[in-house]
């Protein structure tokens, strides 16, 4: 702990506060006017406290598996590995992933230079405590407080993990674990929400302008479902929709998914909810190729294991002319960490998927330029971003949240 922060001062220090400050001034002028509320001074003063709050989870999980000791000398992600005693092949990208987000808050060297993956301690590591930053949160916005729990829980089975001792699946989607998910994806979670926000404007801007049939996919627990709804809802466009059919692969998720969407739009009788696995060929269950107007996910088709295969499955479902709109966290730069990744790195889908050596070098979330390349490689056109992080990503470095879309053509 910092002087300042014994003294009651911010965990962010006044730097961290000016720049969070200065960040949410940027945005005010550079995002488009309907996002602009969604990322007031608030929320990136809370997104800059759960990135410390990670880093000193990080912190703490180095400390625990002995990894502080494995970085006196300079060696590669393997050497660290073997010197730490981890299980090399899950450990292998979350210790990557921690190694990137050591160096690049200046505490490792990257001797080789240019992104090489090969560490050094630049000195001895700080001992920082995550319990202040959780403090200060749930003071300023507790909203946020799902993303600490899960990140906090996750952290206490990282050793293990890392160890080999546990599967990272057991770790995040034991039954005892429902709840955290529950709490975490949802519009009530401020970290989460916003991605159903920015998926649902940009869902509902790039509908193709006669409705049609929605297919969600990876639709969870109707966070996703309910925003994008009642976006439609605001703007009167629900007549629009001559299906919604709300889709997921985990069917305790599909469940209660259904459930809420169901509650909150009992009258909405375009609704149908089914399991669908998104590696399995669509037709197979129950989509009709060429019957989609707007196939849409929020943060589930990184997860695809073969995305050349999901989104051909996707482009098939679609009419000519129809859209897929994603709401992803995207990478701004190659090999940039980003925070969520702790957590998700302990899935096996998320790290590691099929390669493409284009657009898919590495599993985990895709830059635009992977994206792109995905989605045009799969046949779409009129690939955009909203908002459009390739020229954003200059001045707001840090800034990860965006709607990707693209257009079947035809019609
Ligand atoms: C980030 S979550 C989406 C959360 C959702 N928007 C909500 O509000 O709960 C990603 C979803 O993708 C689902 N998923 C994982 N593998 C899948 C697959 N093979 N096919 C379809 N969905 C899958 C997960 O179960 C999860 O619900």
């Known amino acids: 702990m910092s002087g300042l922060e014994a003294a009651g001062g911010s965990v962010l220090g006044a730097a961290g506060e000016e720049e969070a400050r200065d960040t949410a001034a940027l945005l005010e002028g550079v995002l488009p006017r309907e996002l602009r509320p969604l990322f007031d001074a608030s929320f990136v003063r ?143 979670n401020g970290l989460y929400a916003v991605n159903n926000r920015v998926g649902a404007i940009a869902a509902d801007a790039w509908l193709p302008p006669s409705g049609g049939i929605i297919l969600e ?45 169901q509650t909150r739009y009992p009258a909405l009788s375009a609704l149908s909810a089914a399991t669908l696995d998104m590696n399995r060929p669509f037709a197979e269950q129950g989509v009709e190729r060429g019957s989609v107007a707007l196939v849409y996910a929020v943060n589930t088709l990184h997860v695809a294991q073969d995305l050349e295969f999901t989104l051909g499955e996707i482009f098939q479902a679609l009419a000519p002319g129809g859209r897929l709109v994603v709401s992803e966290c995207v990478r701004p730069r190659p090999r940039q960490p980003i925070e969520a990744e702790f957590v998700f790195n302990l899935t096996e889908t998320f790290r590691s998927p099929r390669l493409h050596p284009l657009y898919r070098p590495s599993g985990g979330f895709l830059t635009p330029e992977q994206w792109r390349g995905a989605m045009e490689a799969a046949g779409f056109v009129e690939t955009r971003f909203l908002p459009d992080i390739p020229s954003l990503r200059d001045k707001a470095p840090r800034f990860v949240v965006a709607a990707v879309g693209a257009t079947r053509p035809g019609g």
Not at 177 to 183: A, G, Q, V
Not at 228 to 248: P, S, V
């Open 46 to 188: 809370s997104h800059f406290l759960y990135e410390q709050f990670v880093h000193r989870l990080v912190l703490q999980v180095v400390r625990e598996t002995g990894l502080e000791d494995a970085l006196r000398d300079e060696g590669s992600t393997e050497d660290i590995a073997l010197r730490a005693k981890l299980a090399a092949a899950p450990a292998l990208v979350p210790l990557d992933w921690i190694l990137r987000s050591l160096a690049a808050r200046g505490l490792l060297a990257e001797p080789a230079g240019q992104g090489r993956g090969r560490y050094r301690a630049l000195g001895p590591l700080p001992v920082l405590d995550p319990g202040a930053v959780r403090e200060e949160q749930l003071r300023s916005a507790p909203t946020w407080m799902a993303s600490y729990v899960l990140a906090e829980t996750v952290a206490r089975d990282y050793p293990a993990f890392l160890r080999g001792e546990v599967a990272g699946e057991d770790v995040l989607f034991s039954a005892k674990r429902l709840r955290l998910w529950i709490d975490y994806f949802s519009n009530d």
């Open 217 to 261: 996919l990876g639709g969870g627990l109707g966070s996703g479902a309910l925003a994008l709804l009642e976006r439609l809802e605001t703007a009167g466009r629900l007549g629009e929709i001559a299906g919604y059919r709300f889709t997921e692969f985990v069917p305790a998720f599909l469940r209660r998914g259904e459930q809420a969407v």
